[in-house]
């Protein structure tokens, strides 16, 4: 079934082709005063202009047209031309029974098949993962999963940060700690151990070792670059370490990946593109689009129309070592060439915009990216703590994820029963769900280019714009449905026959257009904004309109359904955004069950 809005923009255009109107205008918007109208169609005004036309007089004309509609109840021309529309209880309440058996709420089946690779990760080797790899973890997450809703063959690839200069500072720094180690002998070996020679945090302590050094000294810097040099040129007890290095790390992060439920499909890194790099870098100077520079090998952009000289694109140092860009240059390459990608979405920090942008323009001009694919940077703002500065622990440091998962947690069981025997397993298993619910529902509840404040309070309340009062308000449809089900009440067809049912079933009825929003926008704020206003309308639905209580059973029945679209619909919703919903509540649906239903839910 087509969307509501669908179904207007199909209308208006047919009315404004035979009136020989511009159909660019035909358009309806959800209404900005929903006491009047359900939509609304602005297009009289630029009409009016362009046609040199009195609006009204055109708005009429469309308004006469719309009114014999089927569907519609109330068409009306207000103030300057706006046209106001309304749809009947009838058709909206037919409309939402269609819902009751549709997988995709109203969601039209995809046709297009767009093959999309979605790089989300980047954590880096060594450094442990912090709140900065969260946003991109977390939207990246739901921006492949409501592309590949929307019809895409969207894989995730974490590209882990794995080939630059940080691997030869942890090299150049244990060969300095542990000369003796086999991997530092200019004689390659036989065979190198098959241990790694530290765990996680070791390595993360090597790291921060090497990073002191490398600011201040020289030889350091030197000894960094060439193991870099050495390493990207196969050195085989380099390749060795580092490979350790790499194994370790992995299993670091897929741990916290995991706990936070975001899964990649493909482990790519950095290092995977190096047999591209040479051969890529040659091609380009072949051709004269890169140029040496000073030892370098760079890509000049400014091309004097701009009035701000545009930095160079740097691919190679004078050192010899391959840089970030160079890279993503490569890897552009190869996820055409191997994984033949349609369309390729960074979801990276925005503060890196001028980086992909460079490289988006290289890879255009040089035919890396041919015409037809679509290659977006999906930026992201900070997460700042509450003095406005990047998040840090109460000590200063860099809030590591592991760290924040763990306070989430204990957060997430101040609303939750103290464990039993019985019911420790639930407990244990409600109280992930819940922080991860909260720590992600936070990330993507606003605009995702904004820079938020990471409130440590409110986020994993059961109140407010959270995760956990989404996964309460469909633990709550839960609890209803299954009393319903004990005392053998049986659903029936949605009739329309109070205004909250109305708003509603108008809300449920809207899932499909903050679909396509979040799709095309790569922007999961606009389904955390629909699941929000869906569980409030549904808030006061349920304090307005008994349910079990209701006698007449036809009635009874009808408001059990919109129960269940309800929480159907925000099972998908929060699916989409990669968040779980929990069957139960343990603490508040105990209560949900055993009160009145009229004052539970009420107010939130
Ligand atoms: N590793 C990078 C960082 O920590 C992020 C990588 C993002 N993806 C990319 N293709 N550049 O900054």
């Keep these: 079934m087509p969307s509501l809005k669908e179904i207007l923009d199909t209308t208006l255009k047919g009315i404004f082709t035979e009136a020989g109107f511009d159909t660019r205008y035909a358009e309806a918007v959800v209404s900005a005063r929903p006491d009047l109208a359900d939509y609304q169609c602005n297009a009289a005004m630029p009409l009016g202009k362009a046609m040199g036309k009195n609006p009204r007089e055109v708005g009429q004309a469309i308004a006469d047209k719309l009114a014999g509609v089927d569907g519609l109840e109330k068409v009306e021309l207000a103030g300057p031309g706006f046209i106001n529309i309304r749809f009947s209880d009838a058709y909206l309440s037919q409309a939402a029974n269609t819902l009751m058996t549709d997988s995709r709420q109203g969601c039209a089946t995809p046709k297009k098949k767009r093959k999309t690779v979605v790089d989300y990760g980047g954590p880096n080797i060594a450094k442990e993962m912090h709140v900065g790899h969260l946003r991109a973890a977390i939207i990246g997450e739901s921006v492949k999963r409501v592309r590949a809703f929307g019809g895409d063959e969207a894989v995730g690839d974490v590209h882990f940060g794995d080939w630059g200069t940080p691997m030869g500072m942890l090299i150049a720094q244990l060969q300095q700690e542990h000369p003796d180690l086999p991997y530092f002998s200019t004689v390659p070996q036989n065979a190198y151990p098959d241990e790694p020679p530290m765990d996680i945090e070791e390595l993360g302590a090597l790291y921060r070792r090497a990073a002191a050094r490398f600011k201040t000294e020289p030889d350091m810097q030197d000894a960094a670059r060439q193991a870099t040099f050495e390493l990207q040129q196969g050195r085989p007890g380099y390749m060795a370490l580092w490979k350790h290095f790499k194994d370790v790390s992995v299993t670091a992060v897929k741990r916290n990946y995991d706990r936070m439920g975001i899964h990649f499909e493909l482990w790519l890194g950095e290092s995977d593109v190096n047999d591209r790099l040479a051969p890529m870098v040659e091609d380009l100077k072949a051709r004269g689009i890169a140029v040496e520079s000073d030892g370098a090998t ?307």
């Design 298 to 604: 760079v890509v000049p952009l400014d091309d004097g129309t701009s009035n701000k000289p545009q930095p160079p694109l740097i691919l190679q140092k004078s050192d010899g070592a391959y840089t970030y860009a160079a890279t993503d240059l490569a890897t552009i390459a190869q996820r055409v060439e191997e994984l033949h990608a349609d369309t390729i979405l960074y979801v990276v920090d925005k503060r890196q915009s001028q980086h992909f942008e460079q490289v988006f323009t290289v890879a255009r001009k040089a035919g890396i990216a041919p015409e037809g694919l679509e290659i977006t940077h999906v930026g992201f703002g900070t997460i700042n703590g509450a003095d406005g500065k990047p998040f840090k622990t109460r000590d200063g440091g860099v809030m590591r994820l592991e760290d924040l998962l763990t306070t989430a947690n204990g957060k997430a069981r101040e609303n939750l029963p103290d464990t039993t025997p019985e019911n420790a397993t639930e407990v244990e298993k409600l109280a992930e769900q819940i922080s991860v619910a909260a720590i992600k529902f936070q990330d993507m509840k606003g605009n995702r280019e904004s820079d938020y404040v990471f409130d440590t309070e409110a986020f994993a309340k059961f109140e407010g714009k959270t995760g956990p009062y989404l996964q309460y308000a469909i633990a709550r449809t839960n609890a209803l449905l299954r009393r319903a089900d004990t005392e053998g009440a049986a659903l029936a067809d949605v009739t329309i026959t109070t205004p909250e049912e109305r708003e509603l079933v108008l809300g449920l009825l809207r899932f499909p257009e903050a679909v396509e929003r979040a799709y095309t926008k790569c922007e999961p704020s606009e389904l955390s904004a629909h699941a929000f206003e869906l569980g409030q309308k549904f808030s006061r639905f349920y304090t307005e309109c008994p349910i079990m209580a209701e006698r007449d059973r036809a009635l009874r029945g009808s408001r059990l359904s919109l129960t269940k679209l309800v929480g159907n619909q925000q099972r998908l919703c929060l699916d989409l955004l990669g968040i779980e919903a929990p069957e139960r509540m343990l603490t508040r649906e105990r209560e949900a069950e055993k009160e009145p239903e009229a004052a539970a839910i009420g107010g939130r």
